[in-house]
């Protein structure tokens, strides 16, 4: 199925619907660092990108009406700063807001589905008029605003037109929802935001799909399975935490979820980059970087657990989330590898530039194997509608 990608970043949606059998004729990157990162992949014949039509440029100078028809899906995560807690919450009011430029390439390629994920920010109270407007307007792309015409006015003109039950325009049927990235498998506590929407004309049921791993069935797998004895840990080392203890002995039953995976589930195969940094050199982007201290606030991720967020920062990566918090107290910062891993990419991909830039890029990332998963059931779902 043929899509258009927008705002690739590091590619982690794009490979994620890559593997649910998307296939882009065009991605659309304007950061030079990502780009150097998607073009040397390309190079390099990495399966899940080697055929991008990779256009390194502003999306807002992009005319889409070529495709019009054409296209299956567009997706993208729209910059996320103007919504991001550890932004400046200027939402609408910010210049790098690139919603307007989302429906835009909606309202001119009319593909049958669109999604698009964005930081939890934007579902904050203070946010709320905003993201109804956002979700209208991909309702409704054809109803667009006039020239200076103010948000909240637009808001109101699109809010009578949903009501109204006339459906002559262009409209598409919308769900959004919060999504834990930890419940579908990836080593991560990672809350984003996911707007899906199909063109009214396919007759579309559907839902995001059910979560498949959690917390209890950690804790479950922690206290009553093999957990400990599968990494190989003596007594000492199994540390939970007394939140954790607290939740794991009110369990009664095995959970039918899997087991949300740790930061050790995903990167125990790895050699140690401060203890073993001769075999850590031959891992590509697995690189020891100095200088992690815990203080209030920044205590890191500890081994036994999901991840918490990995961050891009507006004024550089903060600490405590990436970092690594071994059961002994002791810290270190998680190397690019170990960070992409988090972010379920594959170890063939290889993030470009420093170790702060590259962890910018995998910060601002969607986790791969998330949009896999919510890729694949709106494909099946577009698969079963050409068949009727």
């Not at 031959?282 to 209030?296: C, D, I, L, S, W």
């Amino acid at each position: 199925m043929r899509s258009i990608e927008l705002f690739a970043g590091a590619g982690g949606l794009g490979i994620g619907l890559h593997r649910a059998g998307f296939h882009p004729v065009q991605v659309i990157e304007w950061n030079r660092y990502c780009c150097d990162t998607l073009r040397a992949n390309k190079q390099r014949q990495i399966a899940d990108i080697s055929d991008w039509n990779l256009v390194e440029g502003d999306v807002r100078s992009i005319d889409f009406t070529a495709y019009e028809g054409q296209i299956d899906l567009v997706s993208g995560g729209p910059p996320c700063q103007p919504f991001s807690v550890g932004g400046k919450h200027r939402a609408q009011t910010d210049t790098r807001d690139m919603f307007p430029e989302a429906i835009r390439a909606v309202r001119q390629t009319k593909p049958r589905a669109f999604m698009f994920e964005n930081v939890k920010g934007l579902t904050r109270t203070t946010f709320r008029n905003y993201f109804e407007y956002i979700r209208l307007q991909l309702e409704h792309p054809d109803v667009m605003a006039d020239a200076g015409e103010d948000w909240a006015d637009h808001l109101a003109r699109l809010e009578r037109h949903h009501t109204s039950k006339v459906r002559s325009d262009l409209h598409y049927r919308v769900v959004a929802r919060v999504l834990n990235a930890a419940n579908y498998g990836v080593p991560q506590r990672r809350e984003r935001v996911v707007f899906v929407g199909f063109r009214d004309d396919l007759s579309v049921e559907w839902a995001f799909p059910e979560a498949s791993h959690s917390l209890d069935a950690l804790l479950w797998e922690q206290t009553h399975g093999d957990y400990w004895e599968r990494h190989d840990l003596p007594t000492h080392d199994r540390v939970l935490s007394p939140r954790a203890q607290e939740r794991a002995a009110q369990l009664t039953e095995q959970p039918q979820e899997r087991p949300w995976r740790t930061v050790r589930d995903a990167i125990h195969d790895l050699p140690d980059p401060e203890a073993q940094p001769d075999l850590a050199c031959v891992v590509a982007n697995h690189r020891f970087q100095p200088g992690a201290r815990t203080y209030a606030g920044h205590t890191g991720s500890p081994l036994d657990e999901p991840a918490k967020t990995l961050k891009a920062g507006v004024h550089g990566v903060p600490g405590g989330e990436n970092m690594l918090a071994r059961p002994d107290g002791s810290v270190r910062y998680f190397t690019v590898r170990e960070s992409a891993r988090l972010q379920t990419f594959p170890d063939s991909f290889l993030l470009q530039g420093a170790w702060t830039e590259a962890m910018r890029q995998l910060g601002n990332a969607v986790p791969v194997e998330l949009a896999r998963i919510v890729g694949a059931d709106v494909a099946r779902q577009l698969e079963r509608g050409a068949d009727q």
